[in-house]
Nanobody, 126 residues
Framework: QVQLVESGGGLVAPGDSLRLSCSAS????????MGWFRQAPGKEREFVAA????????YYEDSIRDRFTISRDSARNTVYLQMNSLKPEDTALYFC???????????????????WGQGTQVTVSS
């Protein structure tokens, strides 16, 4: 059983940066895909980024590709989302998710993931 805890959200101004963290309770299988999703009020859950635990390969939603970076620290069982040049439309509840067996080509699909954190709020406003 995997438990995920997100942290690092907050209220920032447009153009500012934040780094989100997601810590897993136990050892992360080498086959795991870990992802970040976000959901704003009145909108559907949206894929943001994903990373393959063993290879470190990364995947991004097109609208944030040049601004956000996903990474992991295997020793700490932690995945990060570095968010730069934040925009008001980035405002959402951000979730960390894990698929222990690997998401394959469906890394962008939230139904592929088995475990979810509670979410951390990011608000971008002037």
């Amino acid at each position: 059983q995997v438990q995920l805890v997100e942290s690092g959200g907050g209220l920032v101004a447009p153009g500012d940066s934040l780094r989100l963290s997601c810590s897993a309770s136990g050892r992360v299988s080498s086959t795991t895909t870990m992802g970040w999703f976000r959901q704003a009020p009145g909108k559907e859950r949206e894929f943001v980024a994903a990373i393959s635990w063993n290879s470190g390969n990364t995947y991004y939603e097109d609208s944030i590709r040049d601004r956000f970076t996903i990474s992991r620290d295997s020793a700490r069982n932690t995945v990060y989302l570095q968010m730069n040049s934040l925009k008001p439309e980035d405002t959402a509840l951000y979730f960390c998710a894990a698929d222990p067996h690997g998401a394959g080509s469906y890394y962008y699909e939230f139904r592929e993931y088995d475990y979810w954190g509670q979410g951390t709020q990011v608000t971008v406003s002037s």
